[in-house]
């Protein structure tokens, strides 16, 4: 097992003490087959104690350890040493407030998360008696990839758009809400369209893509916003030209 | 959720004017977008076109006039080189914006980019003969 020795940039903030964040270099020993949450483990084990951040599974399930590595976000567990040369910069996620050195405030995240209703909303109410909800594989493809999504928030922390308007509903949100409301068991479209086709809703989106290239489950969230975009422009034209057809 | 967990989270602010020179994707976006300026430029000049049109023969034969001057050519080939740019960087993300699902399966990507290359030549064709 080859090992390298690796220095690690890491952003340090501690808002009892610092007046803003500063980097902090420590030098590293790091196996080669090792991720960059195994090198900050390392630190943590062996050279600092108070470095914080967050992690839980190191196999990319969680979403706990998104971070600006080399300023990409990415997972730290899903981030190979061999990848990186022998200086390594850690961040915390852009556009997220820091709360201390890699630990970001997340609560815009999880409010918006829950403001497009994350849940199937049933048609119509029906008893346990009548059965379950039946869905083709056909109907089942139609929205699986959106069900990957592991909530790490990589999306907002590469979306330069969520970074100049916070209000934003941001990748993640839509995307689920998209996953709902292609569901063939769900009919909860019209309340969180509500939410979602607004100025502050999918209609932020501006399309430059970078959500989906950082998404490490591959959930191409810039694709749903697309189709949200397209499914509310076809609902505007038939509500303003053609009013008699029910939607 | 929802309670405090320090009363100073530090905010890092995002440079509101030069936030696309901080990674490459952000760059090709940017070229994307603003390749769009030439086809509102080249949409003005046939209105132009038009008004000269509307003033009679002498004023559209010096319009048509400098568009073969060096400077129109010069004109017509830049917009051409950023229009295709423009569409084709839009043409590759079409499968994205509107995937097509034919039973179970979605149907290929490239096939949906393709499509659009295909009408691209189709009508670029039809506007040759046409103006032949």
């Known amino acids: ?247 | 959720m929802g309670e405090e967990m320090s009363s100073k989270p530090y905010v890092r602010e995002i440079p509101k004017t030069t936030w696309f020179l901080r990674q490459a994707r952000y760059k090709r976006y940017m070229a994307r977008e603003v390749t769009c300026i030439f086809i509102f430029a080249y949409t003005f000049l046939l209105i132009c076109g038009l008004g000269a049109l509307a003033s009679g023969p002498e004023a559209f034969s010096g319009f048509v006039e400098s568009l073969r001057s060096p400077l129109g050519v010069l004109f017509n080939l830049a917009v051409l080189i950023m229009t295709a740019y423009h569409s084709v960087s839009w043409f590759v993300v079409t499968p994205q914006a509107m995937p097509i699902q034919r039973g179970e399966e979605f149907v290929p990507g490239n096939i949906i980019v393709n499509a659009h290359y295909g009408a691209w030549a189709v009508v670029s064709l039809i506007i040759l003969i046409w103006g032949m």
Request: overall charge negative.
């Open chain 1, 1 to 247: 097992m080859s090992e390298r020795q690796i220095q690690l940039e890491v952003l340090r903030y501690n808002p009892e003490t610092d007046s803003e964040p500063r980097f902090q270099t420590y030098s590293v020993p790091c196996l080669n087959e090792w991720v960059v949450l195994d090198a900050l483990n390392y630190v943590k084990e062996n050279l600092d104690t108070t470095v914080s951040y967050r992690w839980s599974c190191h196999m990319a399930v969680c979403g706990s350890c998104g971070m600006m590595i080399n300023g990409e976000p990415k997972l730290a567990c899903k981030a190979f040493i061999h990848e990186y040369g022998d200086q390594i910069r850690v961040e915390p996620m852009a556009h997220f407030p820091v709360e201390r050195d890699l630990v970001t405030v997340v609560d815009d995240f999880i409010a918006k998360f829950a403001s497009i209703k994350p849940y199937l909303i049933p048609k119509e109410e029906k008893p346990v008696s009548a059965g379950e909800y039946k869905q083709t594989p056909a109907e089942l493809l139609k929205f699986k990839q959106y069900t990957l999504c592991i909530n790490c928030m990589l999306c907002y922390a590469a979306c330069p758009q969520y970074g100049l308007v916070p209000q934003f509903l941001g990748p993640a949100a839509i995307s689920m809400a998209h996953r709902y409301n292609q569901d063939s068991r769900d009919g909860g479209r019209d309340q969180r369209q509500e939410v979602v086709a607004t100025n502050e809703g999918v209609w932020e989106c501006s399309f430059v893509g970078a959500c989906s290239e950082v998404c490490p489950k591959h959930v191409d969230p810039a694709g749903a916003l697309q189709q949200v975009k397209v499914a509310s422009t076809i609902d505007w034209y038939k509500e303003h030209l053609m009013p008699w057809v029910k939607k």
